[in-house]
């Protein structure tokens, strides 16, 4: 019995997709004793390097990376896309995403689904049991799928992303530690 079935209590199978943006696998491939716990989990299921898509954002990738189909189909082709026939821009939100996300076949499907800090989600989709938006989220109630979900997430004073500002300041100290922060309460 594996970890997320201990949590839910039974023995159902489950698909756990986890992607780290920004992070090639060969760098954690190549250091096996700086990511121990990355390999492990690999080691329990299957793990592999993957080719980005054109353009290679984040805000592009993961809207691909959910639904299988490049940004010609999500209809995500950045931070900032263009309105058709027009020169007016908008930053692409989880309602911009034309493709079928691979958590509304899970709950089409009647499973339960948790979204756990996927850029292109928000607002969080009311069909998902679980689901958390990350950056450029205004606030942890906004990021949430309902009220216990956001109570949970306010009881561990879980913070939606680092302060990048504290980035810019000449000193990064404040930055990092922000981060170390962040990064604490999040996991």
Not at 10 to 29: A, E, K, M, Q, S
């Amino acid at each position: 019995m594996g970890l997320f079935d201990r949590l839910r209590g039974d023995d159902d199978p489950r698909v756990v997709f986890l992607g780290i943006d920004g992070v090639p696998y060969d760098l954690i491939d190549d250091h096996p004793d700086v990511f121990e716990h990355l390999h492990r989990i690999a080691d329990a299921g299957t793990a592999g390097r993957i080719d980005s898509i054109v353009p290679p954002e984040s805000s592009a990738c993961w809207p691909s990376l959910t639904t299988g189909v490049n940004p010609g189909k999500t209809g995500v082709y950045g931070f900032q896309d263009r309105e058709v026939g027009s020169d007016e821009t908008y930053v692409p939100m989880g309602s911009h995403v034309r493709a079928t996300r691979v958590w509304d076949r899970v709950t089409a499907a009647g499973r339960d689904a948790t979204v756990l800090n996927v850029p292109v989600t928000f607002p969080p989709q009311e069909s998902v049991q679980r689901m958390v938006f990350g950056f450029l989220s205004p606030s942890v109630e906004a990021a949430s799928s309902g009220a216990p979900v956001q109570a949970t997430l306010e009881s561990y004073d879980y913070r939606i992303d680092a302060d990048a500002k504290l980035g810019h300041d000449h000193h990064k100290l404040a930055f990092l530690e922000n981060a170390h922060a962040t990064l604490r309460y999040r996991l």
